[in-house]
């Protein structure tokens, strides 16, 4: 029988079913509408509040958490300490609220808390005990700790005395009902949490791990070269979740029918990640003009490499317009030909903007559990009509170096290439509101 779960918080006792958290005991199913108050309790690592960006960090979350919540109901956020208290409105569906939170970056675990009921006369805490009772009652654990964080200081009993009140009750309870269970203040198998704030008191037991990393929009902006593929785009949500703030550059080349180019799926995987960052601004260059152009000017073997120089440049312009600090692609280590460390090195010497390249060692399952999480695998699993398969060479160069690509290209006017593509771009930006992904603004439909 498993006693603890991978993320730390004890599993749930037989017979209650260990499937999703959302079918955990005390959390509503799909499509539940509570009519009392529910309560996220969400915690954050304490890494990046070191020395004085604990304010713009933080500061930084709780906007996120807002936006994020915006059109599910919150009615009130408050942040006690170390770790953020969200109560949802009236009435407010939980399940909407907790897929949000979960997506919120620099979350690290996240909990739904149980109010109890407050009494000031209470002073055995028996509504307090009976809530920390149902809360624990269906996890699995040999051990157990109870800790207490109190906030509103009106409240009749301090935390040195919350704890071992209700702990006892457990304690009781459980060896009553025959559980082998003993306190371990030091490494409790499950810790029952309790916060006792002006406004609730609230119990908790079962931790949700988030999505970890920094906080949106805290480190920067970066330009994604973002393909229809899996790769880019989960290459652009590693970086987001380390805090930067990501614009897109797609390039593209028109499919055999009109309609059939890879805009609209680089236009959706861009809205499926605006909203871990809010706002995104994408890039529409086409591409296989210029693709011809390398196609009759260079040497066969160089052309995928040539391919991917020019779109560097191209979106270097694009970059500094926009601020950022860097290019991201989706370069994984030996995927493609174009990708061994020589070719990398011969296409990245075209850049002079750092080009980070987050998948660089990861292997593609990994590069798709995390397309699944974020959800942009559906996207990029649908056929389209990509711009780099044309005119593929039959045997592409392997360990191209620098030098080789630069005399290539000195028989092609890149400089011209490169104002081509810039010119010839559309521009569309989107923005997140009130749980929608909205198209705001485009500069010159991408007529694709
Ligand atoms: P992905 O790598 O996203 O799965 P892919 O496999 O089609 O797409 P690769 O051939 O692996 O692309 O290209 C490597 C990287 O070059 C991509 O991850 C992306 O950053 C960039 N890239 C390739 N094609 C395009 C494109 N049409 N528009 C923008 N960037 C591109
Ligand atoms: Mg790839």
Redesign the pocket.
Known sequence: MRVGSADGSPAVRPPVPPLLYLSFQGVPARGDVSTSKRHIVVHYHELWLKGGNRRFFLGKLLKALRKSLEDVGLAKLHCPGDRILIELAEGAPIEPAMDRVSRVLGVAYFAVAREAPRDDTDLELQGLCRAAWEEVEPLEFRSFAVRAKRSDKAFPRRTSEIEPIVGRFLLDRLRDAGRDVRVNLDEPEMTCRIEVTPRSVLVYARKIPGAGGMPANTAGRLM????????????AYKMMRRGAHVS??????GGAQPGES?VHV?RALVRKLVPYQFTATLFL?P?EPLQREIVNGASEEFR?LL??RL?LRI?EKFARRDHSLGL?????LG??A??TLHNMAAVGAAAEYPLY?P?VGDDKEQ?MALARRIGTYEI?AEPFH???PLFLPRAPALHAYPADLDRAESALDIAEFVRRGVEAAAKERFHFLEGRVEQVESFRAATA
Request: a negative charge; proline letters at 0%.
């Open positions: 994604c070269l973002l393909s229809g593929g899996f790769d880019s785009a989960v290459a897109f550059v797609h390039f593209w080349g890879s680089a260059v591409f995928v391919y991917r779109m979106a991201i692609s989706g370069d994984s995927q493609v174009s990708q390249r998948l590069i990029s990509d711009c780099c």
